[in-house]
């Protein structure tokens, strides 16, 4: 058995579409992060707080463009739609007939806020060179959204600029005759719905599973994040192509995950679980937010709980017998100490002979420069607070505690079995700066 499978065992990405339920039907438009990631950030941080619900298009331009994102009916008159940060332009794709792409202001390229238009023709000749190009983010999906598209800008438009102020001056409206239009004559976005968008389970994210799974974590520390729809690929591992140098990534395959707000360390992606490392300065004391994107596109948000130091050592369920769960020892050559462990040889631990324990949430390292997390461990290092380790209760001698060179963020123990430790199934703990692991762990011993 590999050390690799014990730590970390626990394609191509389709795109991403929104749906843009309208009360003439529905428009798919799908999403263009990789051309403009930046502005589908931003589109999908209104849609997802629902700000893009019940508003309505209040501009259309016959042969042009249909606008919206801007307003909604606020009882007898529309209302703005609080705006975010103006972001900065992204032009990359042509505004062409069928894409969606935002509206600006007309006194520089970085102005767009919460305001975008379906090209309803070929504007490029007009719209790629105005302004620095006007971004497009996205194209309607399939004829059936053209088609809505297209029976949206259809329908009558009226100057109500008298009645509204100035940017209703081009406002499309339905089943009107005259006078103050109200809110049964305007084209409602019902809602913006997100497709397939990424969730995490409630209680989905706990601390490595194979370092005792609790809901409270240490900087440093590797988490599991359970949900459904994390990610679109074949599930893997980092590998060393992913790698800067011996700087572990932030992104696996367009999934990010952040910890505390603090970019983390991304292990592992799958659909339904991501592992992640916990970056050194994530605040410590109380819960902090865990906030996974797939490819932009932000999941439900969970917390974890932030201690200075969570130690626990490495015991996987495939090193349970039973109802004892037993920690992962090794020798010198590799060799596991084991006692009916599936798939391992019988090779108990004799009083005197050094062992090769692994650990995390073991807190700073000396000097406190020393990074724990997101690097490739290099050389030998030490653990700041003091550690005590203890099998059968007797304290052993500990010729090192620090990261274990060429893991990313694992603590390495080489303890001395003590002599005068009796045979049979012994209790292990370890306890740095009077916080003690709280798993129940058992070596065998001869």
């Known amino acids: 058995m590999r050390l690799a499978l014990c730590l970390l065992a626990a394609a191509a990405l389709s795109a991403q579409t929104v749906r843009f339920k309208t009360n003439l039907g529905d428009i798919d438009v799908t999403l263009l992060p990789q051309n403009a990631p930046r502005t589908v950030e931003n589109f999908l941080r209104y849609a997802n707080r629902g700000a893009y619900n019940g508003t309505f298009f209040h501009r259309s331009v016959a042969g042009f463009v249909i606008q919206g994102g801007g307003f909604r009916w606020g009882g007898s008159a529309p209302a703005d739609i609080p705006q975010d940060a103006p972001i900065l332009n992204e032009y990359n794709v042509s505004n062409t007939r069928g ?9 520089g390229p970085n102005t767009a806020t919460n305001q975008w238009f379906f090209n309803l023709a070929d504007n490029s000749a007009n719209l790629n060179n105005q302004n620095g190009g006007f971004t497009v983010f996205g194209r309607v999906a399939n004829q059936a959204g053209l088609d809505v598209m297209d029976g949206l800008a259809s329908q009558r438009v009226i100057d109500a600029s008298s009645f509204f102020g100035a940017a209703y001056d081009s406002l499309p409206v339905r089943n009107y005759s005259s006078g103050r239009p109200s809110d049964a004559n305007l084209l409602i976005v019902n809602e913006v719905q997100v497709l397939n968008a990424p969730s995490v389970s409630a209680g989905g994210i706990v601390l490595a599973s194979a370092f005792g799974g609790f809901t409270s974590a240490a900087p440093g520390a590797y988490l599991e994040i359970y949900g459904e729809k994390l990610f679109e690929g074949e599930a893997r591992s980092w590998r060393g192509s992913d790698f800067d140098g011996v700087n572990a990534p932030t992104s ?6 952040t910890v505390g707000g603090l970019p983390a360390f991304v292990n592992y992606v799958s659909a339904t679980q991501i592992n992640v490392q916990i970056p050194d300065r994530v605040p410590t004391g109380g819960p902090v937010s865990v906030r996974v994107q797939r490819e932009g596109v932000t999941a439900t948000e969970g917390v974890i709980i932030m201690r200075p130091l969570m130690p626990g050592l490495l015991a996987p369920a495939s090193f349970k017998v039973g109802d004892k769960q037993y920690v992962v020892a090794q020798r010198a050559n590799g060799t596991f100490v084991a006692n009916g462990i599936a798939g391992v040889p019988n090779a108990p631990a004799a009083p005197g002979e050094t062992l090769i324990f692994y650990g995390t949430g073991f807190g700073q390292l000396s000097p406190s420069t020393t990074p724990v997390a997101g690097r490739i461990a290099q ?11 203890k099998i059968g209760g007797i304290l052993c001698n500990l010729p090192y505690a620090g990261l274990a060179p060429g893991l990313v963020g694992v603590y390495q123990f080489n303890v001395v079995v003590p002599n005068g430790v009796a045979s049979g199934d012994q209790p292990v703990e370890v306890t740095v700066a009077a916080d003690t692991t709280r798993q129940q762990l058992y070596l065998p011993i001869r």
Do not use: H, Q, W, Y
């Not at 696996?252 to 995950?257: A, M, N, Y």
């Not at 050389?379 to 380790?389: E, K, L, M």
């Open 99 to 107: 894409t969606i792409a935002m509206a600006k202001l007309g006194s």
């Open 252 to 257: 696996l395959d367009g999934v990010t995950v």
């Open 379 to 389: 050389g030998a290092t030490r653990i700041a607070n003091p550690v005590d380790f």
